[in-house]
């Protein structure tokens, strides 16, 4: 029998931020046995992934050995690292392990999606450790932007690994634990075989800042606005929901939640005892009776999702609220690479009503919840890694990250979406590349991204769409002529005629000059016709359009 090994696969979340999902296996090569971690989800945008409503991770290469996985490990609730749970579980079909926090929103998960949550199961945190195959696992509390945010401690037959999934030093985070460096000092005892991590701010030279110490800016920003406040910032968020409710109380202000997301998230939180003391809330309905200067809302839709609070009050009205001139919206979030474009949208739409914007510039209303390069330093201290593997973060983060822990003396690898590691030696080795794409959530279909249906989307959206419809008879000749629609194409070409007239009037001369063998072949008369009529757009309008061609023969 082959020699076992202990093999480490990002699925995604490793060269990009989102999408978080991460493969460790063990045992002899393609025997392994196989455990997942977090299965998250990324957000399109009309640029690159139009008409897309999730993009979650390719799971085709775990799904073919299925029957070897020991089990799911779910981190913490947002997202990136949960949100494709509901979608892709029935295609696993294994056992899902998390704290009691992120085990009521993955039922909700799968309640969602008509599948039953029994597959769930919640473990105390460490000490506490669950054996899973050749792994023993257990779940050590860390600050983040979510309650019951956890770290992993994985033990394996090669030696202790740790991931430490979204965490930041934060000792006093208002709602959730504090990270414990004595915890993390025991932990690391033994020695560490690898330490994977987090590399989201690894870029942020300053050090990190606690939730406590955005309170009283806040609070000074709210008391001394003089119309209607509303604030946006993470829907799952809960401490900083908190924060912003206690300021907005504490200056003389009713608190309301626009969003459906931030209350299911606060409700959450009280149901499994991680929140018990959030300040009282009114409904939309009794808000809209008090005095705008009274008033604090509090909306979803910090990243500019269109859908959300946020950006139907932009729209101009949701829920009978509407902004005014004087009105102050605080964006106590920062803006997610590449949503940078939604955001700015909204704040000019505020802008134009007159409205008041505070965003994060000043760094005095938002504090992240990942780790600056300081704290990413101390974890690197206080764990002690034989090897350091970034994981969380586009490429230039990973890189920077493996360079930050090289220039401290740790031994550290880049290994990106796709790549297999060999983490069982005494030196990382890449074992095997697997193609992996990404998988759409397209309405209520899944497709590829081989199938090429976005790649469609997104040529129309730039060059048009042009449909032919041609009509033959019983001999194979033309009844009357082509008959052309276009979409997103000018009407009119440069020479002032229509360009539906000069299509048919093209289209028409190429297929009375069409031989036998093309009239009679459906396929070859869609590529002569498609061919002309692109031709026809690029001469006429400048433009190579998507075309569609509908032969209909009568018999």
């Not at 969602?112 to 029994?118: G, K, P, Q, S, V």
């Not at 195959?133 to 309650?147: A, D, M, Q, R």
């Not at 907005?248 to 991680?274: F, K, N």
């Not at 048919?504 to 070859?524: C, H, K, P, T």
Request: glycine content about 10%; some cysteine; charged content about 25%.
């Amino acid at each position: 029998m082959s020699e076992n090994h202990l093999i480490y696969l990002p699925l995604g979340g490793a060269g990009e931020i989102g999408l978080n999902s991460y493969i460790y296996g063990y045992g002899p090569p393609d025997k392994e046995r196989f455990i997942i971690v977090d299965l998250g989800v990324s957000f399109p945008d009309m640029e690159t992934t139009p008409g897309v409503d999730l993009i979650l991770p390719d799971i085709s290469w775990i799904k073919e050995r299925r029957d070897r996985i020991e089990g799911i490990l779910i981190t913490h609730a947002h997202e990136d690292h949960i949100g494709a749970l509901g979608h892709l579980w029935n295609e696993l079909r294994a056992p899902i392990y998390c704290r009691a926090f992120t085990a009521h929103i993955a039922r909700l998960k799968l309640n969602d999606a008509l599948l039953t949550d029994h597959s769930v199961h919640t473990l105390q945190p460490w000490p506490e450790m669950k054996k899973l195959g050749p792994f023993e696992v257990g779940f050590v509390p860390v600050s983040h932007s979510i309650p019951e945010s956890s770290s992993l401690v994985i033990d394996t037959p090669t030696g202790r690994l740790v991931h430490t999934g979204d965490f930041k030093i934060d000792e006093t985070p208002g709602v959730g634990e504090p990270f414990n460096r004595e915890v993390w000092r025991n932990i690391s005892k033994g020695g560490i075989k690898a330490l994977i991590c987090d590399s989201t701010n690894v870029f942020s030279k300053q050090e990190g800042r606690s939730e406590l110490s955005i309170g009283m800016p806040l609070q000074g920003l709210i008391e001394n606005a003089e119309r209607l406040v509303v604030a946006t910032t993470f829907g799952s968020n809960v401490a900083r929901l908190k924060t912003l409710a206690e300021a907005g109380v504490r200056s003389g202000r009713s608190v309301c939640i626009l969003g459906r997301a931030m209350r299911r998230m606060i409700d959450a939180s009280v149901e499994t005892g991680v929140l018990s003391d959030f300040p009282p809330l009114i409904s939309p309905e009794d808000a809209l009776q008090v005095p705008r200067e009274n008033l604090l809302i509090l909306a979803t839709g910090s990243q500019g999702e269109r859908r959300a609070a946020t950006a139907q009050l932009a729209n101009g009205k949701y829920r009978g609220f509407s902004l005014q001139e004087g009105d102050l919206f605080i964006f106590s979030s920062k803006t997610i690479p590449g949503n940078e474009k939604g955001v700015s949208r909204i704040i000019n739409q505020f802008s134009e009503m007159g409205v008041d914007v505070v965003d994060d510039e000043s760094g005095l209303y938002h504090v992240s919840g990942h780790a600056n390069r300081p704290d990413l330093e101390e974890m690197h201290k206080i764990i002690q890694p034989q090897f350091l593997i970034p994981m969380h973060g586009e490429h230039r983060h990973l890189r920077e990250h493996s360079k930050l822990a090289s220039q401290n003396g740790f031994s550290s690898f880049v290994c990106t979406n796709g790549n297999i590691l060999n983490i069982s030696a005494n030196e990382l080795k890449f074992v095997d590349k697997i193609e992996i794409g990404r998988l759409y959530l397209d309405g209520s279909s899944k497709i590829t991204s081989t199938e090429g249906i976005v790649r469609d989307r997104i040529r129309m959206a730039l060059n048009g769409l042009v449909v032919v419809t041609i009509l033959l008879d019983e001999n194979d000749d033309l009844v009357g002529e082509p008959w052309c629609e276009t979409r997103g194409l000018p009407s009119v070409t440069n020479s002032s005629a229509p360009l539906v007239d000069c299509l048919e009037e093209d289209l028409s001369q190429l297929i009375g000059r069409a031989g036998s063998d093309v009239m009679l072949d459906n396929g070859l008369l869609e590529e002569v016709v498609r061919r002309c009529a692109r031709q026809t757009c690029k001469s006429e309008v400048g433009k190579k359009p998507e075309v569609s061609v509908i032969v209909s023969r009568l018999v």
